[in-house]
Each structure stands twice: as C-alpha cells, then as structure tokens.
C-alpha cells in the first residue's frame, strides 16, 4: 500500500502527523500516566490519540485511538520487526488492525498500532485467552486449550478455529516463539457476536532471541522441534480440512522474501530473518 492511501487508511488525514516527545520522554510519559498505562516486558506501550488541531499524535488516559510501541535499549529494532510481520500477515490474508511506523522527536521509529475494539461511540469488550482460561501463567497450556474454548464461546466456532489455526501456522513460520495466551483474544460485538479478535502483536521473536523455543504455547505437547506432523495432528484436533491447513502460506517465500528485503529491518538481521522463514517452510513441507 502506498503511503498517500496508507495515511487515508489509518488516519484520514492529508499530512502525516507529529509526535511531538522523544524516546528518553516516553517513560516521562508513562509515570505520567501511572495506573492507566499497559507497561508490558522491557516494551512499554502508550495509549495515544490523534490531535487533529495540532496534526500530532498526544498521550492520553481516555479515548485513546492507537497504541504506540518506541524503540528499547535491551531489544532494538523491535518496532521495525512488528511492522514487518503485521505487514506480511496482511498479505497473506490474516485479519490485522492498521499499522505505521513514524518517527519520534528524536527521529527513533516508533510502531504506531489502531485500536480495533473501540468505534467513535462504543468500545467493545476484548479478553485475551489467559482471562478466558484463567490462567495464572500466560506460557503455562497448549494451543488445543484456546481451540477447547473457542468452540464453546466463538458465534462462528468452526471459521474461528481455522483462523486461530493459521496463526498458530504463522507463527511457526516467522518465528515468533512468544505467542502466549495474551496473545490471542476473543471480542465481543453487538454484545452478542463474540469472535476471535484480530492479530496482535506479531514479531519475530527468534531474530531478538535465537535460542528461544519454537512456540510458548505447547503444540501436540511440544514447544521444540515442531514439524510437519505436529501441525496435521492439531489440524485432526481442530478439525481442520486437510485441503485449506496451509494453502495460505505454500507456495509464498517470494512474497515473503521481498517485503522483509524492503522493510526497516536491520539490515543485517534481514538475510537470517529470510532464512528462518526458509527453514520453518522446509519443515512443514510447504513449497518456496
């Protein structure tokens, strides 16, 4: 997408818009915002919205319309990697909210994500899966758990059983190890259609920590060593067709390939980003 209909898309706006605070001022921000404010691992993540008056984009505690993601000195280049991998799960047809990255004050890029559970009047009730399966430990369960729970409170269990199974799928093959339950939601709209939310929080987890495990949550009671056969046997568990488990994803390297080539990635992260996808390919079978 170009960046003229990118800027239509997520902000409807003629000019991109400023963000008027640094990388060092985002923890100011955050104290700031003490108590109303989502610090997750080393990442923290403020709620903004948009100051059409001023074209820039404000912290705030109510109302907010994206969440902002800034760089870190333990993980760089974390921004760069999630906006790649959001963009990648688009192309290949994955329900994804919008995304950008802009440029902070300090000209550090930030990834800018739009809030989907909340319209201009009504804000619409999410739960991550470690809420719904109340779990003490987001990394303690298995993916079979949130496909148990999904035919039982999903309006539409059997489509949002194949979509929580192709981003299991996908996952696997960006190498993002750190999909734990919070990283999978349900959101109610209507307050009657209560189906799986879209994708979040999608990176590459492997290029930030190679020796991480293949996924958080276990996959026919494994987290290493995941190959073909573990995913056929979740698709049988999931009763998911043969014919439509991968056909997302076969046949898709170029594409791949190409848009981590022409991403922010770190230039010298990009070469082993493309190789892990190559290699988790070759382990489900699936034809470059």
């Given at each position: 997408?170009?960046?003229?209909?990118l800027?239509?898309k997520?902000?409807?706006i003629?000019?991109?818009?400023?963000i008027?605070?640094?990388?060092?001022?985002?923890?100011?921000?955050?104290?700031?915002?003490?108590g109303?404010?989502s610090?997750?691992?080393?990442?923290?993540?403020?709620?903004?919205?948009?100051?059409?008056?001023?074209n820039?984009?404000?912290?705030?505690?109510?109302?907010?319309?994206?969440i902002?993601?800034?760089?870190?000195?333990v993980?760089?280049?974390?921004?760069e990697n999630e906006q790649?991998?959001?963009?990648?799960a688009?192309?290949?047809g994955i329900?994804?909210?919008?995304?950008c990255?802009?440029?902070?004050?300090?000209n550090?890029?930030?990834?800018?994500?739009?809030?989907?559970?909340?319209?201009k009047?009504?804000?619409?009730?999410?739960?991550?899966?470690q809420q719904?399966l109340?779990?003490?430990?987001?990394?303690?369960?298995s993916?079979?758990?949130?496909c148990?729970a999904?035919?039982?409170?999903?309006?539409?269990?059997?489509l949002?059983?194949?979509?929580l199974?192709e981003?299991?799928i996908?996952n696997?093959i960006i190498?993002?190890?750190?999909?734990?339950f919070?990283?999978?939601?349900?959101i109610t709209y209507n307050d009657?259609?209560?189906?799986?939310?879209?994708?979040?929080?999608?990176?590459?987890?492997?290029?930030?920590i190679?020796k991480?495990?293949?996924?958080?949550?276990a996959?026919?009671?494994k987290?290493?060593?995941?190959?073909?056969?573990?995913?056929?046997?979740?698709?049988?568990?999931?009763k998911?067709?043969?014919?439509?488990?991968?056909e997302?994803?076969?046949q898709?390297?170029?594409?791949?390939?190409?848009?981590?080539?022409?991403?922010?990635v770190?230039?010298?992260?990009?070469?082993n980003?493309?190789e892990?996808i190559?290699?988790?390919?070759?382990?489900?079978k699936?034809?470059?």
């Amino acid at each position: 997408m170009d960046n003229a209909k990118l800027l239509k898309k997520i902000f409807n706006i003629p000019k991109w818009p400023s963000i008027d605070f640094s990388l060092s001022e985002v923890s100011l921000e955050a104290q700031e915002l003490a108590g109303k404010l989502s610090i997750s691992g080393v990442q923290p993540k403020l709620s903004v919205k948009l100051d059409r008056r001023k074209n820039a984009l404000i912290s705030t505690i109510k109302g907010g319309e994206f969440i902002l993601k800034p760089q870190t000195s333990v993980y760089p280049n974390i921004p760069e990697n999630e906006q790649c991998c959001m963009d990648m799960a688009a192309a290949l047809g994955i329900a994804v909210p919008d995304h950008c990255l802009l440029p902070l004050k300090d000209n550090s890029l930030a990834y800018i994500v739009k809030r989907y559970d909340r319209n201009k009047v009504d804000k619409y009730n999410q739960e991550d899966f470690q809420q719904i399966l109340e779990k003490d430990d987001k990394y303690m369960g298995s993916v079979e758990e949130i496909c148990r729970a999904i035919n039982s409170i999903s309006a539409v269990p059997g489509l949002d059983v194949q979509l929580l199974y192709e981003r299991v799928i996908f996952n696997f093959i960006i190498g993002n190890g750190d999909a734990h339950f919070k990283n999978y939601s349900m959101i109610t709209y209507n307050d009657i259609d209560r189906r799986l939310a879209p994708a979040y929080d999608l990176v590459c987890s492997k290029l930030i920590i190679p020796k991480g495990k293949d996924s958080a949550l276990a996959i026919n009671g494994k987290q290493n060593n995941l190959k073909r056969k573990d995913f056929d046997i979740l698709g049988d568990y999931c009763k998911i067709p043969e014919k439509i488990r991968y056909e997302k994803f076969d046949q898709k390297f170029d594409i791949m390939r190409k848009m981590i080539e022409s991403s922010q990635v770190d230039q010298e992260k990009k070469k082993n980003f493309i190789e892990i996808i190559k290699e988790r390919l070759h382990r489900l079978k699936l034809s470059e």
